[in-house]
Structure formats: structure tokens, C-alpha cells
């Protein structure tokens, strides 16, 4: 897995893909929506503020944990 950032307009739910990353319209992906105004927080958006890369199994490897202890 791997990411790729940008930044679009979200129009009636659609995100447009830009072309320099037209390799990507026809695939599935993780999506996470990063939001500049939070001050009309939809109460179906899930926020990251307690999100834990611990949480993430592939992620988890004691052997690199190591270096940060």
C-alpha cells in the first residue's frame, strides 16, 4: 500500500481525480477525507484525533520498536 495526496473540490460527493494521477480512476482505495473547517462536524465522520498506528496490525513489527525505545 501506498498513499498519494491532492487537494480537490468535493461536487454532490464525487472527488475528481487529477490527471496527473489518472492511473488511479479505475481501482479501489482507502479514502480518508482531511477537512479544513471543522466547524459543522457531520456526526457520521469518524475523527482521527484518537487514531493510533498501533491499532494497524501490518503495521505493528517489535523489531522496529526497538529503535524508538
Known amino acids: 500500500m501506498y ?3 491532492f ?3 468535493i461536487r ?3 472527488v475528481r481525480i487529477p490527471e496527473e494521477y489518472a492511473r ?3 481501482g479501489h482505495a482507502r ?3 482531511l477537512l479544513e473547517d471543522e466547524s ?4 457520521e465522520v469518524r475523527a482521527f484525533s484518537g487514531h493510533s498506528a498501533n491499532t494497524i496490525e501490518e503495521w505493528k ?3 522496529e520498536d526497538d529503535i524508538w525505545t
Open 31 to 33: 479514502v480518508v477525507v
Open 24 to 26: 488511479l480512476r479505475n
Open 61 to 63: 513489527d517489535p523489531e
Open 7 to 9: 487537494e480537490a473540490e
Open 40 to 43: 459543522e462536524p457531520a456526526s
Open 3 to 5: 498513499a498519494v495526496e
Open 12 to 14: 454532490d460527493g464525487v
